[in-house]
Structures are given as structure tokens and as C-alpha cells.
């Protein structure tokens, strides 16, 4: 039975477009006086967040409740070091609680598949983030927000630029639009592309300028200025010359060209402000894709006696 | 007087079926049709036999870290997988950097008399890479130290290296290098390669195995010194340990089992009995290395058992503990990937099993032949059986061992420690 | 009932519409997909004719509230657009193709109580088939047909289908049968 999204290749072309389909009905819920559909009343939605994230959680939890879903968030800070209660004993807690659903963002790749394969509970997975594997709501929602804009994206170029290695929102992404038909480019320094990259059926640049002319979506990605530490690039100054996106880049850009960002933003960093601010940029639209395209996973998963999409069980990658 | 043993239809290494009279310690006799009064009968119809196995890299926990495993049962273990001696890794707690606690090791491994246990000695205090141990007093010590490891670390600082592989000829000792370049691997996970890009997980190149190695290599010669190199892992170690035998120099190397047979795509399940350091590699590696040790680029075969308790390794991957069990199936696995696959023989596994690593660790009574007047330090074992490997019916005390549910060939029957059985009909004796 | 006998049915569905409600002040048609949006739309051609202004038309989908959601996987979701112009205060005529149990139509009620306060709640279908397990009754009515249990009732328009038709299918279930829970 399927009942897990752990990654965005779990998704087949079809399973996405559904997804897709239903966050676009359910988007205009949010025009309506009561923002509510019974859909998931009587489930519960647990969000397990073991890393800080304010803007997921309240995503998905808006979405958890405008389906009528009781919501609990459980917030653990843990580090590696700490020896907190273990994701063990945790996820055998919520089963006991009788959590339905439970919404997941870990530090450490391959936990949401832990909680999904391990035996502990029953629970669907829905993984939202782990470590730097993969992050497949943001996927369909950035996949989202491209199609309410340039509609069918067969063909479509899209340009993923910024820090790709520690990037679980490119991973996704990269996965998710091949799937959708999109042709993928990566851009970034050669010290931010994972080994191995070159079997993951996309381009590869590291000339952001060569780019950016024939891109239909450019999705700048967050790089983090710890990264200069450990040598993945001299300085701020360095990077953002070579890989940010600033107004004269977004000149170079078609008419329909739209700039999109996961957030948050390091402004003057990856992307300048007046890019930021200007019309091409969905990245606000974004947000509340993320609400209509979460409500869309839950009642695809959650809604009926099986789940419409999704990982089986016991699975594999 | 102490119940001798007569061995009935063993074909020693593999060859014509004999008999074997083990008595007094000694291998007495060897021959057909032997008799010996009041001798205990064992019928090794079918079976092999070969010398006792010596281990060349273990961890048995104690003292320490007695939740995951003691002396005890390691050495249970050990017996049960055809061992009759094993060195004991220092990365105990507190380390095996002074005499006084090698001595402790080395008392608890005769008290329990499942094996022979010789501690391997800490190369530097604590193994923080700053000063070296007293490698002296530890060599001088009734455990009579000759390998030196810092393993579970590596010893990087290139002087300090050079110092140790200098300071251990004066007590014909070998430095054993965990070859890890620690700035290349922080907080690694996996082999580094296609799959841990996809998989989220962070790399753990081959270089900083390869260059480690070679950096100790060229000292080792440069100081006319021995080097033993743990656990090799890559084909580009096979080619540079074989290069610098090429040149003459006096380096040996170990592989590990479950190098031999399980490949890195075992992570993508992300579970983390397969987590180990250094870790699985390609299908490329399995088979350079498997070359290798055919051809006698890597030495030995050495298990680098590492028990860990259950809530090491029923966690998410970056929280796990790196090791996995290696005593009770190590012979097994060498048969499946070396003997069968018709790499070896059985007198190659006696080779890189027995004889060399006894050579490398300086062991008098082990690594001996069997003939007549060695000590009776054998092994029957039978390479028809196929079994299952079950993963609960272990006598270590972790669980902790990547093959359950793989059917592998083979079962020792039989464990002789100088004349008196430790492993009987499969059991412990 | 055949193309003419479908058009005849909607031309007095819409004449009853504008009978019962005085005229076309305030009036809302509501389709429930998939094929009572089409008969919406129809309805609402026909009133403009008569009348001489448009009606707001629109849809509802009733997916959500389906009282069996539980029993089956998660079902694809259906448009609803609201016309401008909302609910509020006006009469909703709800269309939909075929009225069986009654519990789609209770199902669009609770739709709608989470879209607005309509004045008063109408009901229109093409075919009635009998068999109610709820108190709905239709204000309109195409065609009564007295069906068994058994028996399944097809409405093809060529809005969707081939043509324009409504038949009986005899006994046996399979798809046909299902297409008719559907349209419950």
C-alpha cells in the first residue's frame, strides 16, 4: 500500500500532475470566507521537526488544518551530540498518541525513511526535509508555482543555481522536473557539485551568464556564508560576482523568465534586492503555493482508505 | 594428564583424507589408520582441516565499553569462527597506551581461555595524535606488545608517524595505520561517489585512504621500518601497497570480509548495520581487492570485528556507530569470495589466515604448520554446509552483523587450543 | 431519452425555475460535476433566452464532503467555481444529471454551507431513478424513471460524450454500475 512521501522520485509523472491538479482546486479555498474542507477531520497530523523551521511547519500546519486535521507539533532540538530521546522512542510515542500522519524534517539524510521502514508505527511519512537528501513538497510546490505561470513544462529549461551539494531542495527539484519534462541545468562553483553529479541526467555549468539567456525558471538557492570557511569559496564578494543574481543578470533574462527562491533569502548574497522585489520574481507567490500544494499531499495521502500517491511500504530508493 | 585427541579422516588443507593424533599440545602424530588408547575419538569425515586462525584486527570492547562486548565473549566469538588467537585493538577506555592496561587485556583473554589474546598498543597517549605511548614498556609488558594502532583514528601528523616506525625496530614492532586523512573526512559517512550525492549523505573519498598510505609507504622505507596497513578498502591502495612492494619495501596489508563481498549500494537503504569505517566501496574495489589478495598484495585476512549495542545502530544513519561483527563469519565469507570463486586454495587460505598474520604480529605457537612436533593449534571445518546466517544464535554480545539472512557456505566444527578443544561439534567447548 | 426529449426536459425545467422563482432576480445555478455543469450551463442558456439576461452559473464539487471518502483511495478533485457575485443571500438552483440516493445532494449542501447563506437551496436533475436512503427530494424533475436496484442509468451529453442520451442498463455491475454510484 502506498503511503509515504519520502522522495521526489518516488512520484511518477502521473502521481505528480494529480498533485498538481488538486493544489490548483484547492488553491482557491483560500479566496472563500471559510477556509475549511472536512476532508481529514478526525485524522491527526503530527509535525516532527527536529530542525528549526518556522515557515515549513506553519505551512504544513495551515494545510493540516484547513483539511479539518487535528495538529500536534513536536519540536525536538537535537544535535548529534545531544542524547535526547532517541527518533526511536519518539515515533513509538506519536503511534501510541495515534498520529496518522506524521510530517518529518531531520538533520540526518534518511531519517524519514527510517520512520517509514523501521516498523516502529503505522504512520504515513511525509518527509519535509532531511539532512541534504531531499525535500519533496518544495519540489511540487516550486514545480507548481512553474506551471500556474508557464503552464505545461515539457521542454522547459530550468536553471538551479547556488549551493547544489548541501542542497536537498535541488536534489528534488532535479528529480521532480525530469519527471515533469523539464530540462535541468545546475549552476554553481565546481566545489558546490556533488561527485557524481554527471549521472544524475542533468546539464552542468559553472557560467552563470552562459545560462541564464535561454532559462524559462531561475530558482536561486540559499548558499550559506559558513560554506567560505571550509573552503567552497574565497569570500562573499567572489561568489556573489560570479553566481549571484543582480539586476544587470536579470536584464539577460527572456520576457516570461520567472526568478524563484525556497527561501530565506540572503539578500545581497545569491540575490540582490531589487531582483528580489522585482516582477519576475514569484518567490512570496511561492509561499502560499506551499499551503494549497501541502493541503494536496494530505488528502492525497490521508483523504481516503488508501493513499492516491506515493512510496510503497518496505521500499527501496 | 590431559584427554588426548584423535582426529579421524581430515583432509589437512584440503588434501587426501588422514588422521591426526593431538595430544600433550603437540600435534603427536599424522598419518592413516593412527590409534591411540584412551584417546578421544573425533570423526572428521568430510571435513578440512586447517591451522589455527590468527586475527590481526579486532575489537573486543573491554575494558570500557563491556555493553557491546568483553574479552570473554569475543573470544567465544573467535573460537567459534576458527580463531585461535586474535589482537585486541586499543581504542579501549581507558586505551591500551600503557603496559598496565595491555597486561589487563592479556590476563583476561588467558583467564577466559577461549584464544590467545595479544594486545595491540596504542602508537600515541589516548590516541590524540600528540606524543607517542610507551611503546617500550608496553612491548616489554607480559603481553609482550609487538603491534602498534592507533586504529578507529588515524595517525596523520607525518612526524609523529615517522617517529613511531623509527622507535619500533629496536623491538622488531609494526605500526598498524588506520590510513584516514582526517580533514578530507570530516563527519563522513559513505564511500564518496554517485550514490551519496544522491543519497544526502557525505562522502568519504578513496583518497584520503590512498594518500595516507602512500605518504607511510615511502616513510617506512625512508626509515627502513615495518608498515602494516589496515583494513585496505579501494583499488588505488591495492595499487599502491603493491607498488611498494614492487620496490622491496617491508609493507603488509590487511583486507576485512565484508570489503571482500558488500558494495556501497547496501546504504541506499539507509540502514546502518552497513555503516563501517572505512566503508564499503564500489563493485570496482570488491574486485581489485579480491585481485590482490589472490595475488599477495594484501597479506592477510583480518575481520576488524567491531560490536556495537543495539542503539548504535537502530538510529538514523548520522547517528549510527561505524563498525560490524566480523568473527564468526570470516571464514565463511573467505570461502565464498576466495576459495570458490577459485581465487585460492585452502593452503592460500592458510597463508593469509594463519602463517602471515602470526608473522606480522611476531606470534611463537601460532601460524605454525600442521605437522608433526607444532603446536596442535587446528581448526576442522566443514565447506559443504550452507546455512542461513540467523543473527540471533551469536555469542557476541551485539548483534550487529550485515549478513542476516544471507545463506553462506560453510561452519567450523572444531576449535584446538594447543591440544584442548574450545569449539566442539559446532559449539563451544 | 433521446436529444429532443433531453432538450424538451431542460426548456421546462428553466420556464418551472422562472415560475417558482417570480422571475430571474437572485438566481444562482449551481452544477455538480461532472455532467450536471453542463446542464447548468444549458438551463441557464435557455432562461437568457426566455428572460433576456444571463444567470450566474457555476460548479460545485462535492468530493470532500462525500460521505463514503473514508472507503475508497483519495479521488481526484473536481472544480468549483463560485460566480462573482457569491451566494449570499441568493437562490441556488444545485443541477446534477441523476438523482439516486440523495446523498451527493446532501453532500453539495454542506458544500455550500462552507461557501455562503443562500437565500434558499433549489434542486433541478434530469432524471429522478427513486431509491432515496436520505429525506432529499427534487424541486425539478426531467424524467422520472423507476429503475431497480440493479439496473444503472447512463446520461451521456455531448458536452463529454458522443451525443445526447439517457438509457437503462440491464443487470450486471462492473463499470456501468460504479459510474452510477458515481453519479449518486
Request: charged residues 25%.
Amino acid at each position: 500500500m502506498k503511503r509515504h512521501l519520502l522522495s521526489a522520485g518516488d512520484l511518477t509523472r502521473a502521481d505528480a500532475e494529480l498533485i498538481l491538479e488538486t493544489a490548483e482546486e484547492l488553491r482557491s479555498l483560500a479566496d472563500r470566507p471559510i477556509k475549511k474542507l472536512p476532508a481529514l477531520r478526525g485524522r491527526t497530523v503530527v509535525n516532527l521537526f527536529f530542525e528549526d523551521s518556522t515557515r515549513t511547519r506553519i505551512s504544513f500546519e495551515a494545510a493540516a488544518k484547513r483539511l479539518s486535521a487535528d495538529v500536534i507539533n513536536f519540536s525536538a532540538k537535537g544535535s548529534s551530540l545531544s542524547k535526547g530521546e532517541s527518533l526511536k522512542d519518539t515515533s513509538l510515542t506519536l503511534e501510541a498518541m495515534g498520529a496518522d500522519a506524521v510530517v518529518v524534517r531531520h538533520w540526518a539524510s534518511g531519517a524519514p525513511h527510517l520512520l517509514a521502514n523501521a516498523g516502529w508505527s503505522k504512520s504515513s511519512v511525509v518527509n519535509a526535509g532531511d539532512g541534504t537528501h531531499e525535500h519533496p513538497t518544495q519540489a511540487l510546490l516550486d514545480a507548481f508555482t512553474m506551471w500556474r505561470h508557464l503552464g505545461n513544462l515539457d521542454g522547459r529549461r530550468v536553471a538551479i543555481v547556488g549551493d547544489v551539494l548541501h542542497s536537498r531542495v535541488a536534489r528534488s527539484n532535479a528529480l521532480l522536473l525530469k519527471t515533469l519534462g523539464a530540462e535541468v541545468t545546475l549552476v554553481a562553483p565546481p566545489t558546490l557539485l556533488p561527485v557524481g553529479v554527471e549521472g544524475w541526467d542533468v546539464e552542468t555549468s559553472y557560467d552563470l551568464d552562459a545560462v541564464l539567456p535561454k532559462a524559462d525558471v531561475v530558482m536561486m538557492l540559499r548558499v550559506q556564508r559558513e560554506r567560505m570557511n571550509a573552503a567552497f569559496f574565497p569570500t562573499v564578494r567572489e561568489y556573489s560576482r560570479r553566481y549571484g543574481l543582480d539586476g544587470r543578470r536579470m536584464d539577460t533574462l527572456q520576457d516570461h523568465t520567472i526568478v524563484m527562491h525556497p527561501g530565506p533569502m540572503i539578500r545581497g548574497m545569491e540575490i540582490s534586492a531589487d531582483v528580489a522585489d522585482s516582477h519576475r520574481s514569484v518567490i512570496v507567490e511561492q509561499v502560499t503555493n506551499g499551503v494549497a500544494v501541502r493541503m494536496a499531499v494530505l488528502y492525497l495521502l490521508l483523504g481516503g482508505s488508501e493513499p492516491a500517491v506515493g512510496t510503497s511500504e518496505g521500499a527501496n530508493l | 594428564m590431559t584427554t588426548a585427541y584423535l582426529v579421524k579422516g581430515v583432509r589437512v588443507l584440503g588434501g587426501e583424507p588422514t588422521d591426526l593424533l593431538l595430544e600433550d599440545g603437540v600435534i603427536a602424530a599424522i598419518g592413516a589408520g593412527l590409534s591411540a588408547d584412551g584417546a578421544e575419538v573425533v570423526d572428521a569425515d568430510g571435513l578440512i582441516a586447517l591451522p589455527g586462525l590468527v586475527d590481526l584486527h579486532t575489537h573486543l570492547r573491554e575494558p570500557g565499553r563491556e555493553d557491546a562486548e568483553t574479552v570473554d565473549t569475543g573470544t567465544q566469538a573467535a573460537a567459534l569462527g576458527g580463531f585461535t588467537a586474535v589482537h585486541a585493538m586499543a581504542n579501549t577506555d581507558p586505551v591500551a597506551d600503557t603496559a598496565g592496561v595491555v597486561e589487563q587485556v592479556w590476563r583476561l583473554g588467558r583467564e577466559a581461555g577461549h584464544c590467545d589474546v595479544f594486545p595491540v598498543g596504542a602508537v600515541t597517549v589516548g590516541l590524540q595524535g600528540e606524543r607517542l605511548a610507551e611503546l617500550g614498556a608496553m612491548a616489554d609488558s607480559a603481553a609482550r606488545v609487538r603491534v602498534f594502532s592507533d586504529d578507529g583514528k588515524c595517525v596523520s601528523d607525518a612526524v609523529l608517524m615517522r617517529r613511531a616506525l623509527e622507535y619500533v625496530k629496536a623491538f622488531d614492532g609494526v605500526v598498524a595505520q588506520h590510513a584516514q586523512e582526517p580533514r578530507l573526512t570530516e563527519d563522513a559517512q559513505m564511500n564518496e561517489g554517485e550514490l551519496s550525492g544522491r543519497l544526502g549523505l557525505r562522502g568519504w573519498p578513496a583518497v584520503a585512504e590512498e594518500a595516507v598510505i602512500a605518504r607511510d609507504c615511502l616513510l617506512a622505507a625512508h626509515v627502513d621500518s615495518r608498515l602494516h596497513v589496515c583494513h585496505v578498502s579501494t583499488a588505488g591502495s591495492v595499487e599502491i601497497v603493491r607498488w611498494a612492494k614492487s620496490k622491496g619495501w617491508n609493507v603488509t596489508a590487511e583486507a576485512c570480509p565484508h570489503h571482500l563481498l558488500l558494495t556501497d549500494e547496501l546504504a541506499a537503504t539507509y540502514d546502518p548495520i552497513y555503516k563501517v569505517n572505512p566503508p564499503l566501496r564500489s563493485a570496482a574495489d570488491v574486485e581489485a581487492l579480491r585481485a590482490g589478495l589472490a595475488d599477495g598484495t594484501i597479506d592477510v585476512v583480518a575481520t576488524d570485528h567491531a560490536p556495537h549495542p543495539h542503539e548504535d545502530k537502530d538510529c538514523e544513519w548520522q547517528a549510527a556507530a561505524f563498525g560490524m561483527l566480523g568473527l564468526e563469519t570470516a571464514l565463511s565469507i573467505v570461502q565464498q569470495t576466495m576459495v570458490d570463486t577459485g581465487l585460492i586454495d585452502w593452503q592460500g587460505v592458510a597463508e593469509r589466515m594463519s602463517y602471515t598474520p602470526a608473522r606480522i604480529g611476531r606470534l611463537e605457537g601460532h601460524g605454525r604448520p600442521i605437522e608433526v612436533g607444532e603446536p596442535a593449534n587446528v581448526v576442522l571445518y566443514d565447506p559443504a554446509h550452507t546455512a542461513v546466517v540467523d543473527g540471533t544464535n551469536l555469542a557476541s554480545l551485539s548483534r550487529n552483523t550485515p549478513y542476516v539472512g544471507r545463506e553462506l557456505p560453510g561452519r567450523v566444527v572444531a576449535t584446538f587450543l594447543r591440544g584442548t578443544p574450545t569449539v566442539l561439534d559446532g559449539k563451544l567447548a | 431519452m433521446d436529444p429532443r426529449d433531453i432538450s424538451r426536459a431542460l426548456t421546462r425545467i428553466a420556464h418551472e425555475i422562472l415560475e417558482r422563482n417570480k422571475g430571474a432576480s437572485d438566481l444562482v445555478l449551481l452544477g455538480i460535476p461532472t455532467r450536471g455543469v453542463p446542464l447548468a450551463q444549458r438551463i441557464a442558456a435557455k432562461i437568457a433566452d426566455v428572460e433576456g439576461n444571463a444567470v450566474p452559473v457555476g460548479s460545485l464539487d462535492v468530493t470532500m464532503y462525500r460521505d463514503d471518502l473514508r472507503m475508497r483511495p483519495a479521488r481526484t478533485l473536481l472544480p468549483t467555481e463560485i460566480p462573482h457575485g457569491g451566494i449570499d443571500g441568493k437562490t441556488v438552483v444545485l443541477v446534477d444529471d441523476v438523482l439516486f440516493s440523495g446523498r451527493t445532494i446532501r453532500a453539495a449542501l454542506d458544500a455550500m454551507a462552507d461557501v455562503g447563506r443562500p437565500q434558499a437551496v433549489r434542486l433541478a436533475v434530469l432524471v429522478d431513478r427513486g431509491h432515496r436512503e436520505l429525506p432529499i427530494r427534487a424541486d425539478f424533475v426531467g424524467k422520472n424513471l423507476p429503475t431497480s436496484l440493479v439496473e444503472s442509468v447512463r446520461v451521456r451529453l455531448s458536452e463529454f460524450d458522443d451525443d445526447d442520451a439517457v438509457t437503462i442498463a440491464g443487470a450486471g455491475g462492473g463499470p456501468a454500475a460504479r459510474h452510477e454510484e458515481d453519479a449518486r
